[in-house]
């Protein structure tokens, strides 16, 4: 009340001011009689309480100043409402989501109207355009003008395999050289020797690129020493750099093709850049990757009845959510972030990671500062509970299907709870299809991969939780079809931020979320330098609708 009693006397000094210049102006009053009654009413205005001011009693208080009061109090009155209500707020408004043992409650969203959709006002000004040319002529030179023949190991799991072909197709192109069928090649973690045409139809892969590039099944026989491809040094070029521009293939790799008629390239993990190339070239690309590389007719199949099935499981036709969750203990492990768990856990962790990854490890001191400035810039794979709260806040109800791409989980059923009680018709490729069903796809790893990849393509609705070739590959071909299937990105640094707030309510949360990703769910967006084709193919290989 300090600030009230020093700003009733400042109002009582001023309204005794107007009143003596008044009296000093009559000739009516004497000057001893004035000043007996100024000092009279001066010291009885002081005694009285601020709200007295309010009278009408012109002898106590002019109009205007009046008027100021009356403001200045309003004003008070408002703003002192105003804090109460927030700090109300902020003590009686729950965080989040209230948590009960392992399973999150948060309070329902309304469901936006494009909630399963992109709007279609924002869909329709672009058009796919790296189809094949259907006049029928190629500009490929006879088979014996050919510069050479280049051969390529496809590393790691399905998704590099297959961005590595699409760039073995574009370089091979560039060189005007014959490409050999590329061999998929499994590391140590996939332990799978599953073959190109055990996936892919290799025939269609010819045929829809026989005006681009040549391609053959097999080394050619005239070869007799197969074993020195990738064994011996001069049959293999090793100092190819990451990313290297279209220039670097006809200056380094080319004379040596030409040389050695055969020659394998290795690595040949992102060897090929995206700005530094012809335009065309990054067309080509996208004609591999989006209408040469088919999947084999019986995984397109089953594909397409899991897919019937998510979209009949309530006895209606309705849409469905494909999550692609990355929470192995790999991933985990190789974040190097820091996650909720008990002491023991985290000392498992940290055994793991030493063991797998010692030169990043070191002595382990420099790893929690590591782990806070990741999670600030949103380089943190995201929790299933952390999915479940961002999916309530963007308004997918409690009923709404969810097919789960993903590994084994880390932390198993303990960690998937909070996920799996809020969004309970919540399923995998396992429980969608019988053992014997899949019986079949099991003794390749890729075949699985590849059930994963076209249920949650022909999703209404794709949501990644953390970066990978499986999401930007999914992403870019949902943008390739017209951007009208969303494809949710979260923005992980801004969900780091709002979980380690201990003060943010609901309400301020979820107008967060919904803000923030109404341009992160697939639609058009310009490329810019040393973007990422596959994430998104708009310039080089969509036009003008």
């Not at 006879?142 to 590595?164: M, S, V």
């Not at 060897?271 to 070239?281: F, H, S, T």
Request: hydrophobic share 35%; with cysteine.
């Amino acid at each position: 009340m300090a600030e009230l009693r020093h700003s009733s006397s400042l109002g009582a000094r001023a309204s005794s001011s107007p009143m003596k210049r008044d009296e000093d102006a009559s000739p009516l009053i004497h000057g001893a009689t004035h000043d007996d009654d100024h000092r009279h009413h001066l010291s009885r205005d002081r005694d009285r309480p601020f709200w007295s001011f309010l009278s009408d009693d012109p002898r106590v208080f002019s109009p205007f100043n009046s008027k100021i009061s009356l403001i200045f109090i309003s004003v008070f009155v408002i703003v002192v409402l105003i804090s109460a209500f927030s700090i109300f707020n902020r003590l009686n408004a729950p965080y989040l989501c209230k948590k009960d043992g392992i399973v999150l409650n948060c309070p329902h969203v309304k469901e936006p109207p494009s909630l399963w959709e992109n709007p279609y006002s924002a869909t329709t000004s672009w058009k796919p355009c790296a189809e094949r040319r259907e006049d029928g002529i190629s500009d490929l030179p006879p088979e014996n003008e050919t510069n050479g023949y280049i051969f390529i190991h496809a590393e790691g799991g399905l998704n590099q395999q297959r961005i590595a072909i699409c760039n073995a197709v574009a370089v091979a192109k560039i060189m005007n050289a014959t490409l050999i069928l590329p061999v998929l090649k499994q590391d140590q973690i996939w332990k799978d020797q599953t073959k190109f045409e055990d996936i892919f139809d290799v025939d269609h892969f010819i045929d829809y690129l026989k005006y681009d590039v040549r391609i053959v099944r097999d080394i050619p026989e005239w070869f007799t020493d197969k074993s020195e491809l990738f064994t011996s040094i001069r049959r293999t070029v090793k100092n190819i750099p990451k990313y290297a521009p279209a220039q670097f293939y006809i200056d380094n790799v080319l004379p040596r093709i030409k040389e050695k008629k055969i020659m394998a390239l290795k690595p040949f993990v992102d060897r090929l850049g995206y700005d530094n190339v012809p335009p065309e070239i990054n067309r080509l690309r996208c004609r591999v990757n989006y209408h040469a590389l088919k999947f084999l007719p019986e995984i397109e199949k089953m594909s397409d009845l899991l897919v019937a099935r998510m979209r009949n499981r309530t006895g209606i036709s309705n849409p469905y959510m494909a999550l692609h969750l990355r929470f192995e203990k790999g991933m985990v492990g190789l974040s190097f972030c820091d996650f909720v768990g008990t002491r023991e856990e985290k000392a498992r962790m940290a055994e793991y990671r030493k063991k797998e990854w010692p030169r990043r490890y070191k002595n382990g001191s420099h790893l929690w500062q590591l782990a806070l400035q990741k999670r600030k810039e949103g380089r943190c794979p995201l929790e299933p509970g952390e999915v479940a709260v961002i999916l309530r806040a963007m308004g997918y109800p409690k009923g709404t299907q969810i097919y789960v791409a993903s590994g084994q989980v880390y932390g198993g059923q303990n960690r998937m709870a909070p996920l799996k009680n809020m969004f309970p018709s919540l399923v995998t490729k396992e429980e969608l299809a019988t053992k014997e069903e899949l019986d079949g796809f099991r003794k390749h790893v890729t075949s699985l991969a590849a059930l994963d990849f076209l249920v949650c393509l022909k999703s209404d609705v794709f949501v990644m939780t953390h970066g990978g070739n499986f999401a930007k590959l999914i992403i870019g071909a949902r943008r390739y079809m017209g951007h009208r299937h969303k494809s949710v990105k979260p923005d992980k640094g801004l969900m780091s931020k709002s979980f380690g707030d201990p003060y943010i309510g609901w309400a301020t949360f979820v107008e967060d979320v919904v803000v923030t990703h109404q341009t992160r769910t697939g639609l058009p967006e310009e490329t810019f330098p040393n973007y990422d084709l596959w994430e998104n193919p708009l310039t080089p290989c969509m036009c003008r609708a």
